[in-house]
């Protein structure tokens, strides 16, 4: 013991002295007491690790509310302080180990003298890192070049949304597809399609490097939308920047982004993306441009090559929507249940109405609430919580966006029609023109063009829809229910409409109801008998009394203090007189007195000197009002089918204004040759529909080169039916005798676009004249001709623009043409209807439905002796080999064959029809094949949506198709024996037409 003090009190005297700076005390300092100088190092390590916890929170912070990521720097500084971490850890385990030597007896001071270099090395870089550590907010984070950002979104209800987007995404991929429009009304669903998107493209890598959602603000303009886009990708520019410098900065930014989608969501007005600095999409770029918008007008401007119309949720969708919204909890009872599903189809299909008034009654189970709240949406009054602040108040932005005020007028009025009601465009535009919405200047053809203009303006601002009725796609438009609930809500504020149309009031409103700033009132379409007040509205502009019964009179001082009044319409309604009041009406523009079938009287119209619009057709009046001779701003004048003794056709010419005269159907008497010779005088007349008692008449006024002042005319020669929907620029002939006399030859060239032959003897086939003159003939229709053999020679007239063709009743009909069809022959049919042809056995020959390229529809009934459909021509030899080839008609829609007792083919071979979605069969006994069912194509089996026929005709033809009738089965209908295509036919071309509220011309 005494050998191993000496030793240690050696060493302890040569460290003693050897120890003269600070590292190598620090180092003896270890040597004598190694615990304690490790702790100096932990606590120094603490403090590090704290300074690292909180450096981390920062970190965390920042990427969670602006998605910054660390700068390389700090993550070089967090990464040295692991590092450090884990070196302590190993010197901790080595300073435990404590090894000493000479078996145990000494401490092992070599050892100990090498930690201590270690550790004191260790307190140097500890407190180096903890000085590093000082790095300012600037450097700490950078900004992350994220793809994009996943948006918040709700999930997509109903086909009708999934269809867009996947049309949407197909769009997207198309490398030829460089901007996209998505348009609709406002609260139909646009943004929540394109979230979807957004973040279904977020998720897959391949498509684009980046998608950039910009939103428009609604009061956004060029420089606005300039710096949205560039807080987007991260460009900040001054005040003083132009234009040009913030499109070249963004050009530039986007350019650099690769592959990328701009998505610009709720855009209101169309710019250049030049004027932006939108790089211009292309194949070599790979960039797109997706914008949505509530006008269709944006989309062109902007130059989309794909548009995508969000039209609302079917029935079916609305209700699945509001029964999520709603809880189903609430609709256990059927009764609240069938509430709620009236309360859902108040809201008409719109998302956004259908979510908000959801919502507001989501687990309401008081039946009183639902029963108010379906009277309110049913009323327009739509107290309902969230309605006015979301739905309305969106719908309302749309509407103070319309370009001027005198669009905004024109597209109050459409509310004056009842809901959901089908509004002629014709007529809409007359009431505009009237009422004097469309300015002062101009002439009445002028007018309406600009009508038109707005009208076109509206339906691409998506604030009226169009409406496909009639075979016409362009003729009626439509207010959805929640955009008029809107527009009821707005009038209200003022009280400056009355709007209670189509409710079915049998009692008229009360006085107080009359307020005297009243401008508008529609009463139209009720059940009122009479109208017994005396209103005081000296504002009033617009009455509208149509389709009331009323056959229990007017006050006689009704009309007293309506001094104002412009437009008055008591058309389809019982009255049998008027009031002396209407006389005093010096600022009447229209008096509509359109099918009063019970009118014989109409007070004196001398005052009336402001009126332009005169309507007493299809009215009892024997004797016409007198004052007529007054009327010295008279426009349009309308005295079809009256039961007049005297029509004052001479005083025609003294109504200088005159623009449009309609006096069809006067059978009482003759027009004759005086007739002509004043309409030859009627030097501003641009419209004129009017029948002549012959040929020769017809030809004397054609001769006087009048109808070339014409816009557009309806000329009959005999005496027409009661009705008729022909449409402008029209022909027609019923019952005339002598229809192939030589005519002028100047006879109309290119001017006919409809023609009906009706109940002409002597006629086989359509005359030489008519052929040349209707080179631009788009619908014919032939009826009751009883010696007609066929419809054209093919040598006269092709018929290019021909696309609906009606025949009924020819009974000697032998086929449609005669002779070989050259090349473009009824290129443009569309609609081919044959009914009661009972001498033909074959519709179309070969070498004519080889140029039927158009042709969408085929309806042929009741024709006794037809064998096939499609057949080789009496005439046409060369077509014997193809016999047996196949016939293709590739946009063919919709079949229908009824009552063809003898037919045995469509066609005898294959036939391609890869667009046909309906095909009906009735009584066709010996139909037994279908030629597109020998060899179906898949396009056909996704086309077809319906098929119907008796049970019996569809269990002989599955013998013969029975894999493929298997899988068509789910769209077989089974229709009874005696179901027939006539009633169907019938109602396409019933007389009159059951949208209009004025009715027929």
């Given at each position: 013991m005494e050998i191993a003090g000496a030793i240690a009190r050696t060493v302890q005297l040569f460290c003693g002295q050897c120890c003269s700076n600070d590292s190598i005390s620090e180092q003896c300092s270890y040597l004598r007491n190694p615990q304690a100088v490790l702790l100096i190092l932990d606590e120094k390590l603490k403090f590090l690790t704290a300074r690292e916890a909180d450096l981390k929170t920062r970190l965390h912070v920042e990427k969670v509310l602006r998605g910054m990521d660390p700068t390389a720097e700090v993550i070089l500084w967090l990464e040295n302080v692991q590092k450090m971490k884990n070196i302590m850890a190993s010197l901790e385990q080595e300073i435990q180990d404590n090894k000493s030597c000479l078996c145990g007896c000494f401490p092992n001071y070599y050892r100990r003298l090498k930690l201590g270099n270690s550790v004191t090395k260790k307190i140097h870089e500890v407190h180096k890192l903890l000085d590093d550590n000082k790095i300012s907010d600037r450097s700490l984070v950078n900004m992350v070049l994220e793809r994009g950002k996943t948006l918040p979104g709700t999930t997509l209800v109903g086909e009708t949304a999934k269809r867009i987007l996947l049309r949407t995404q197909e769009y997207l991929m198309d490398e030829n597809i460089g901007i996209i429009g998505i348009y609709g009304m406002g609260g139909v669903g646009k943004t929540s399609i394109i979230k979807e998107i957004n973040n279904q493209l977020l998720r897959k890598n391949a498509l684009f490097d980046n998608v950039i959602w910009v939103t428009a603000s609604k009061d956004s303009n060029l420089e606005k939308l300039q710096k949205d886009i560039a807080k987007v990708i991260g460009l900040c520019f001054d005040d003083e920047d132009s234009e040009l410098t913030r499109a070249s900065e963004l050009y530039e930014a986007l350019r650099r982004r690769s592959r990328f989608l701009l998505i610009i969501?709720?855009?209101?007005?169309?710019?250049?993306l030049e004027n932006i600095g939108i790089p211009n999409p292309t194949i070599v770029n790979g960039c797109k441009l997706l914008i949505?918008?509530?006008?269709?007008?944006?989309?062109?401007?902007?130059?989309?090559?794909?548009?995508?119309?969000?039209?609302v949720l079917s029935t079916e969708e609305a209700w699945n929507l509001f029964e999520q919204k709603v809880g189903e909890e609430v609709l256990s009872s059927p009764r609240m249940r069938d509430l709620a599903m009236d309360v859902a189809k108040e809201c008409a299909g719109l998302p956004l109405a259908l979510i908000t008034v959801g919502r507001a009654l989501r687990k309401e189970k008081n039946i009183r609430q639902w029963q108010a709240a379906l009277s309110e949406l049913r009323n327009s009054t739509a107290n309902i919580e969230g309605v006015e602040n979301q739905v309305f108040a969106r719908l309302r932005f749309s509407y103070d966006r319309l370009k001027d005020d005198m669009t905004r007028s024109c597209f109050l009025y459409c509310a004056l029609y009842p809901e959901d009601h089908i509004i002629e465009k014709e007529e809409l535009i007359k009431y505009w023109l009237w009422d004097g919405l469309l300015g002062s200047f101009g002439s009445q053809i002028v007018k309406m063009r600009l009508g038109n203009m707005i009208l076109n303006e509206l339906k691409s601002a998506c604030m009226l829809e169009?409406?496909?009725?009639?075979?016409?796609?362009?003729?009626?438009v439509k207010m959805h229910d929640v955009i008029r609930d809107m527009v009821i809500a707005l009038t209200r504020v003022n009280s400056s409409f009355m709007i209670k149309a189509g409710l079915s009031l049998q009692v008229p409103p009360v006085e107080n109801e009359w307020p005297p700033n009243l401008e508008r009132v529609s009463l139209m379409r009720n059940d009122l008998n009479c109208l017994s007040r005396e209103p005081r509205c000296p504002k009033l502009c617009t009455l509208l009394l149509q389709y009331n019964s009323i056959n229990k009179g007017i006050h006689p001082n009704f009309f007293h203090h309506m001094?104002?009044?412009?437009?008055?319409?008591?058309?389809?309604t019982g009255i049998y007189s008027l009031p002396e009041s209407l006389s005093n009406l010096e600022n009447l523009h229209a008096l509509l007195l359109c099918s009063c079938w019970n009118l014989s009287y109409v007070p004196t119209l001398a005052k009336l000197k402001e009126l332009r619009v005169l309507d007493l057709s299809y009215t009892s009046i024997e004797h016409m009002p007198d004052g007529m001779n007054m009327l010295v701003n008279l426009q349009h004048l309308n005295l079809s089918?009256?039961?007049?003794f005297e029509i004052p056709i001479l005083l025609l010419p003294r109504y200088k204004f005159l623009e449009s005269l309609f006096i069809i159907g006067v059978w009482q008497f003759s027009l004759g040759p005086v007739f002509v010779d004043v309409l030859a005088n009627c030097s501003s007349l641009a419209v004129l529909e009017a029948n002549f008692s012959s040929m020769q008449e017809l030809d004397k006024y054609i001769a006087s080169g009048h109808w070339n002042m014409l816009e557009n005319f309806r000329f009959f020669i005999g005496y027409p039916p009661a009705s008729t929907r022909m449409g402008n620029d029209c022909v027609g002939f019923y019952g005339v005798e002598h229809i192939y006399e030589r005519l002028s030859p100047a006879w109309l060239p290119g001017r006919i676009l409809e023609l009906e032959i009706h109940e002409c003897p002597g006629i086989t086939h359509l005359p030489v004249f008519i052929t040349a003159a209707a080179s631009r003939l788009q619908h014919c229709k032939?009826?009751?001709c009883d010696e007609m053999e066929w419809i054209i020679t093919a040598e006269w007239s092709t018929f290019p623009n021909l696309e609906w063709l009606e025949i009924e009743g020819l009974c000697k009909l032998h086929q449609l043409s005669k002779g070989i069809t050259p090349a473009g022959t009824l290129a443009s049919l569309k609609i081919l209807h044959v009914t009661a042809c009972n001498d033909l056995r074959t519709l179309l020959p070969f070498d004519l439905v080889l140029q039927l390229i158009n042709l969408e529809e085929i309806a042929v009934q009741n024709c006794e002796t037809i064998v096939d459909i499609i057949a080789e021509g009496e005439?046409?030899?060369?077509?014997?080999?193809i016999n047996n080839a196949e016939i293709v008609l590739p946009r063919l829609q919709k079949l229908k064959l009824s009552s063809l007792p003898e037919l045995k083919h469509i066609v005898n071979g294959i036939m391609t029809c890869d667009s046909l979605s309906s095909i009906e069969v009735y009584k066709c006994d010996e139909l037994k094949m279908l030629p597109f069912f020998v060899e179906i194509r898949q396009q056909l089996l996704h086309s077809l949506k319906q098929i119907k026929g008796s049970k019996g005709w569809w269990k002989a033809l599955t013998r013969n198709h029975k894999d493929v009738l298997n899988l068509l089965y789910p769209i077989f209908k089974e229709e009874p024996e005696n179901s027939s295509l006539e009633e169907d036919v019938r109602s396409i071309h019933s007389e009159g037409s059951v949208a209009s509220s004025y009715g027929p011309r």
């Open positions: 969501d709720d855009l209101w007005e169309a710019y250049s949505t918008t509530r006008s269709s007008n944006v989309c062109r401007c902007m130059e989309t090559v794909k548009e995508i119309e969000v039209h169009g409406v496909y009725q009639d075979g016409h796609s362009d003729v009626y001094q104002n009044l412009k437009v008055l319409n008591l058309s389809y089918y009256t039961k007049a032939i009826r009751y005439e046409d030899q060369r077509v014997t080999e």
